[in-house]
């Protein structure tokens, strides 16, 4: 869940204040904003704009998180700054976030980026992002020409941390007049697509270019106030039992049981229905989401052989920033651990046993890394599942994240947690939290993928019902819960 909120964050930036032909003079100083997480105070967020005596603009935005993860107080930060020379062009990207740091310098058509993760550092170079000033202000720009509803545009901005270009795709959606500070204002709404992790953000703009409120997926709200109004956060939004989809009664044999059934009811689209050898989801006419599991065995898994040449199954072998699988401390570590084994199937298995064995469970709103997890062996699930898939890449056997809930007895309920999809001669679910090597029917699986596929979450985080239904129904009857 922390890194589809990370991910949520980054989107709720505002676009910069800055007048028409990119006059920022009458704009430099700083905006304060409060974070809510589903209506609940999470944060504060402060923008600050400048510009220095040779026309660069710099334009920074901090993010802090306080929230508590089943009672333990957590803080998480994201800071920022993006610098754009006289003419417009980007010149440079700063990012903090935890325990990682990344520098991304343009230099001609290059944009050389160092990363820093874990005390670790490289440099990569990739082509030269499309990213300009222009992207930054375009709803400022946009509402000072009066634009009508329906009307649209594009823009781009980059992501250090995934390295890609994300493309917003915006559309006035509604007009309306308020009263600001005594003056009757027009204020636009203007509702934007994120293509690659098809998120919505709903933007509330004045006609000067200010942003009042940003809304990612119904989820998470930025809302523009006094500088202690916005400061004004006490840990009290525990993120992880607010979101939970609580059930009224025990499920019995839990980790053990062969079948479950379920009824889903929320904000699902087909983005969240995953259909494979464990799970299904299907629509029905009583207008939920039937969810039916089976506990796989393990003698019915295909064995492959290694090394894997497929370059769809190549993808997921490779490092990152997040998953520095090439570090020869992991690559070590996994070797140690496997031994002589070449079996992925049971090479899985020995890692997925090994990372259960070796972590000590530590709630943290870190973004946490594979390197980072191996050298303080604490965290919970994303910690497990990082560096799980670190290991398990390291030996050249494809592993990406999943995403979903899990059910867990203290509380009966269904609760957001991560776990791993690794190839093996097929795709299989292991969950080292539970110490699963083939993980059972309690979890429900709603996104996979990299980092940008977890944010995927965000639009049902906390807004998902679950209802126990009975393993089989009678011959004939509706599935009605």
């Known amino acids: 869940m922390k890194r589809a909120l990370l991910m949520a964050s980054m989107l709720l930036i505002p676009r910069l204040l800055i007048a028409q032909e990119l006059d920022v003079d009458g704009l430099l100083g700083q905006d304060w904003y409060g974070l809510y997480f589903n209506g609940k105070k999470a944060g504060y967020a402060v923008t600050t704009l400048e510009k220095d005596d040779e026309g660069n603009v710099t334009s920074r935005e901090d993010c802090s998180f306080r929230i508590n993860m089943v009672g333990v107080p ?142 990612v997926s119904g989820v998470l709200t930025m809302r523009l106030e006094p500088e202690d109004v916005a400061k004004d956060v006490n840990y009290s939004n525990d993120t992880i039992v607010s979101n939970a989809a609580l059930i009224d009664a025990p499920i019995q044999d839990a980790r053990t049981r062969p079948t479950l059934r379920l009824a889903l009811r929320g904000p699902m689209d087909d983005m969240h229905r995953f259909n494979d050898g464990r799970q299904t989801m299907r629509e029905t006419d009583q207008g939920y989401v039937l969810f039916e599991s089976r506990r796989r065995k393990a003698d019915t898994i295909q064995h492959a052989t290694l090394p894997v040449k497929d370059p769809e199954l190549l993808q997921w072998v490779k490092p990152t920033v997040l998953v520095q699988s090439d570090n020869e401390k992991i690559v070590a570590k996994a070797r140690e651990i496997v031994g002589d084994e070449t079996d992925p199937v049971k090479m899985s298995r020995l890692l997925c046993n090994w990372v259960y064995d070796h972590m000590h469970t530590a709630f943290s709103a870190r973004l946490s890394n594979s390197l980072e997890v191996l050298n303080s062996l604490e965290g919970d699930c994303t910690e497990y599942s990082t560096l799980f898939i670190g290991l398990v890449r390291s030996l050249g056997i494809p592993a990406r994240e999943v995403g979903g809930l899990i059910y867990v007895g203290t509380t009966p309920g269904f609760y957001y947690h991560q776990w791993a999809k690794v190839w093996v001669g097929e795709w299989i679910d292991v969950d080292p939290t539970f110490n699963q090597p083939l993980v059972d029917v309690t979890h429900i699986k709603l996104v996979e993928g990299d980092q940008l596929q977890m944010a995927k979450l965000i639009p049902i985080i906390g807004k998902l019902k679950v209802e126990v239904l009975p393993d089989e129904p009678s011959p004939g009857a509706a599935d009605t819960p």
């Open 74 to 215: 957590q803080e998480m930060e994201l800071h920022v700054a993006r610098v754009y020379g006289p003419g417009g062009g980007l010149k440079s990207i700063t990012y903090d976030v935890s325990d990682t740091h990344i520098e991304a310098t343009v230099r001609g058509e290059k944009l050389i980026l160092v990363t820093t993760v874990a005390g670790q550092t490289q440099t990569e170079e990739v082509p030269k992002p499309d990213e300009s000033l222009a992207d930054a202000v375009e709803h400022a720009q946009w509402v000072k020409g009066k634009p009508a509803e329906g009307d649209t545009m594009t823009f781009v901005e980059y992501d250090p941390l995934n390295r890609t270009e994300i493309t917003g795709h915006s559309t006035i959606v509604g007009m309306e007049d308020r009263v600001l500070d005594g003056v009757i204002t027009r204020v636009y709404r203007i509702e934007t697509r994120f293509d690659i992790m098809n998120l919505t953000k709903v933007s509330y703009v004045t006609q000067d270019g200010t942003t009042l409120e940003d809304v």
